[in-house]
């Protein structure tokens, strides 16, 4: 059984072991694959991991040996699992591993918009506060969470991992999400449609998948139906944001701020407009990256992998 970990550094940069995956195979990891190589590095593979290396039809088509794609991250578009279907490819992905991670940045993202944490820190480093007259010393504008609005847009867990910290800080919660299962049983909670979740919020989070109608969904004629003073923050993907449309309503005034975990084009072109937006937080999709979730993502891998090869797969995402 040979086993291909096509791009494993992202999520195991050397601070977790394949030793488990190993001994169902014949194991060979590369840290990166670039796509002119992918053919050559799967060839003979009977079971390929892949985070971000795309596997589109053709790349299946001339593997013969492959039985199973295993995608080490909840989205799956980077494979073409209609294809793989065809083929008799089994295709699994790995649901809420990160959720808490991601909950977590977000606010991560919220609380320096609201405080300026690190522009605080800085401005002490650079003696401003050693200047001042006053015990205190205040150089960008402070906000308090509780009594605020945040609108969630997409409710799966981590969507409502993140309105149960938002409960927490004593804030009001609208969130809009097309199945709308069981609310929170929580006060301060609603759901409302989009334009409304946006006219009202004064910080909106963006927690959906990207599909062909969310792509764009941010775009100048949303961006304008929020308030002068609201966030708004994405770590879920990039292209669900016009990155141009944004990086004018910051510039423009027309929103207050924004905290994004993630782009359109991933890494940036030095020339992205919003790298010089005004108060604009851009993290480098670091969202699902903490060593716990980590650790998750690849004991999950394991158990996928083991599942298929008990003939019971778990997590097929082209059934």
Known sequence: MKITVLDGFTTNPGDLSWDELGRLGDLKVFDRTPRELTVERSAGSDILLTNKTVLEADILRSLPDLRYVGVMATGYNVIDTAEARRLGITVTN???YSTNSVAQ??????LELCLHVQRHSDSVMEGKWSDSPDFTFRDYPLTELSGLTIGIIGFGNIGRKVC????AFGMKVIATSPSRREAPQCPGFEWAETDELLSRSDIVSIHCPLTPDTAG???????KLMKKSAFLINTSR????AGQDLADALNEGI????????????PPAADNPL??????IITPHIAWATLESRRRLMDQAVKNVKA???????????K
């Open 105 to 110: 940045l977000t606010f991560a993202l919220i």
């Open 164 to 167: 149960e910290i938002a409960i």
């Open 255 to 266: 929103i207050a701020g924004a905290g994004l975990d993630v782009l359109a084009a991933e």
């Open 238 to 241: 990039g292209p669900i944001i």
């Open 217 to 223: 969904l941010i775009n100048m004629n949303s961006l």
């Open 308 to 318: 298929f090869l008990a003939g019971s797969p778990v997590n097929v995402v082209n």
């Open 275 to 280: 790298l010089k937006a005004k108060n604009c």
């Open 94 to 96: 790995i649901p809420a």
